[in-house]
């Protein structure tokens, strides 16, 4: 299957400074852009045509977001500490949860468990916290930090959830990624040995990958924890950055401090192809990859503020 190396949108005309994360609709048909500026935007990515702006909820920046399995609602998360779940159509604000400490805030979330029905957030608190989305309270349902056996030795950088939306994994700064299974609450933790900044399930749950700030991501064994591979050629040192596995699990991607994106062979660990995604003086600091199931694209962003959608090259007649 190709690889989604055509450059078929740039998304822009949404944010005023840096694109701090992209996240694709579960059919892909749509994307979510994250800014600097406090706001965050829905796409129709195949177009490349904004559809809506959503701001006046985080008073500092958007961090990540999260699309309901059933296109109505968006979890968002930011440096305000602020965890909201919006209404797709009213653009409104239909719960706001606080609780992470400090003046860190919030790094990621993810809506998860059966319909959707938590959302997850991950803070700079070293804490991993749950919300009812059903509920009208404001205080988490479960928050998992040293104090409650979960010891996260610092900030919670990511958030994956596999496909059924029983499990999470959560990547640390103190170099572990951890599994939570949300069914029995045991927590597995992995040392891979650099801080992580980013931790992605395969489609088929049987590997994680988990991308470190030393320029490597680790392919791990979900089962057994065991190291299986080990995938460079990407720069990851200083800022965050992402990995993703392609929708056919095929491949692995990350995104890189200079501009680019990479793709990687997952079982020979080759790099088969090299994607000079946005100006190399930039940092690609997001990317997201459809999902299973969907045509192969691929949607990225940068810190200077554009964000792009990709697709198989073309086919010459």
Known sequence: MSLPTHRARDLAGAHDGAVLAVRFSRDAAHCVTCGRDRAFALWNARKGTLLKVYRGGHAREVRDASCARD??????????????????????????????????GANATALCGPGDALCASAGYDASVRLWDCRASGARAMQVMHARTGVAFGDSVTSLSVDEDGAKIAAGCVDGCARTIDLRNGKCHVDSVGAPVTSVCFSHDKQCLIVGCLTSRVALLDCASGNAMATYRGHVAERAKTECRFSNTDAHVVASSEDGRVVFWDLVTGDVVRELQAHDRSTVVCSIDYAPEGAEPAMATCAADGTARYWTAPPTTQ
């Open 71 to 104: 296109g109505a609602r968006i979890a968002t998360c930011g440096g305000d500490r602020g965890v909201f779940l919006w209404d797709v159509a009213t653009g409104a604000s239909v719960r706001r949860w606080s609780g992470h400490e400090g003046e860190g």
